[in-house]
């Protein structure tokens, strides 16, 4: 079993939903660089439960203690290391699945995999829970990320079939989105924060769009069911020449970080799968020089060829499966009898877990997009 990513830059995530805590060891940080914990815990709170009628009712301080790698604020070489305190559990929530695996989630797999001695309470480290240190690793490495220039935003995309509009990196001019508009060779000091849409309860391009999709959840919640959604990711300000062909390219590294989130079950960059019903005089995107530098006028590319970096923003989708912890009666098996069985859930679970899940992508994408310039 590995809980761990990185080359340069380290994170391992130790933990389960329902044990005494949680946490992450960031090794390999630069040193030196000055942490703001203040943000760190205002982008945690973004994954936080309990806060809204579309996510759990379960809530937790998810307040960091730090036991090691700060000194003044600032890294100093050592490891960073973090534990957060599980305070509210109710493991007897979930002792009629002890047996009986909840259909789509990893009960099942995971009663196969560990011959019966996984924990069961909360999903053990299969949870949703474990995106805390995860989301702590990825705020840490968003505000390095920042000082090199580099930005990176999301938006929900998609709730069911309610739809927000696509950010604008990949049909031309990249500027929907707060914090685009950076195009290749801008670098240094962009001249503000981490942009704000991610910052946003709810955070969608179109305000209206969002109104719905917040509706849609409702209205699943309401029937004891639950939905899935797809969360767009746009990365500005990474150089060219980013990847390491054969498999450490640039899309497969994002893939494994990514994968990583529970639930997240399809993946696309740039045009993605819409790439295969195109025409290659529709598909390619045409290089032009400005100011000295090499852009193209389309980015269906994703910001990546041959698996390497092209300078232009890197545009990605993650689709989530919706919750498989719902209110309505569901078919099952008890795996002690070997007997068919009807499985009714109980406990506290999001509705759909895609507003929550914006920042564990961004998180995923900045621990992997660091760890990759770290030594360039």
């Not at 490495?141 to 990196?169: F, M, W, Y």
């Not at 000295?292 to 269906?300: A, S």
């Not at 009666?329 to 679970?349: A, M, Y």
């Amino acid at each position: 079993m590995t809980s761990s990513i990185g080359n340069r830059v380290k994170i391992q995530l130790f933990g389960q939903s329902h044990s005494k805590g949680l946490g992450v060891v960031i090794d390999g940080l630069p040193a030196g660089e000055k942490i703001d914990m203040d943000k760190v815990e205002a982008f945690l709170k973004l994954r936080a439960g309990g806060k809204n009628p579309w996510s759990t009712k379960r809530t937790e301080p998810d307040v960091p203690t730090i036991l090691s790698g700060l000194l003044d604020d600032k890294t100093c070489g050592a490891p960073l290391s973090v534990v957060f305190e599980n305070t509210n559990i109710h493991e007897a929530d979930y002792e009629n699945i002890r047996f009986v695996p909840r259909p789509s989630h990893a009960d099942y797999t995971a009663f196969v995999k560990y011959n019966g001695n996984n924990d069961i309470s909360g999903g053990g480290h299969f949870s949703g829970r474990l995106t805390l240190p995860l989301c702590f690793a990825g705020a840490v490495c968003l505000q390095v990320l920042e000082r090199k220039g580099i930005i990176i935003n999301a938006h929900i995309l998609s709730i069911g079939t309610v739809n927000d509009d696509p950010c604008d990196c990949v049909s031309g001019d990249c500027d929907t989105l707060p914090g685009c508009g950076i195009q290749a060779g801008s670098g240094g000091d962009l001249g503000h924060d981490v942009s704000q849409n991610i910052y946003d309860e709810f955070p969608t391009i179109n305000k209206e769009a969002g109104e719905r999709m917040i509706k849609a959840i409702e209205d699943a919640a309401d029937s004891g069911d639950s939905l899935g959604g797809v969360i767009e990711c746009c990365i500005t300000g990474i150089p060219p020449g980013l990847g390491e062909p054969i498999f450490d390219n640039m899309e497969s590294r994002l893939a494994y970080s990514l994968f990583a989130i529970p639930a997240v079950k399809g993946l696309e960059f740039g045009a993605g799968f819409k790439s295969s019903e195109m025409r290659g005089s529709e598909y390619n995107d045409s290089f032009y020089m400005d100011d000295g530098d090499v852009r193209t006028k389309t980015n269906n590319s994703g910001g990546i060829l041959g698996g390497i970096s092209n300078g232009m923003p890197i545009v990605f989708r993650t689709a989530f499966k919706p919750t498989p912890s719902i209110s309505i009666p569901q078919q099952s098996v008890d795996l002690l009898s070997g007997d068919d069985e009807t499985l009714e859930i109980k406990g506290r679970h999001d509705p759909c877990i895609v507003p929550r899940a914006v920042p564990c992508v961004v998180s995923a994408a900045a621990i992997v997009i660091l760890d990759m310039i770290t030594g360039e």
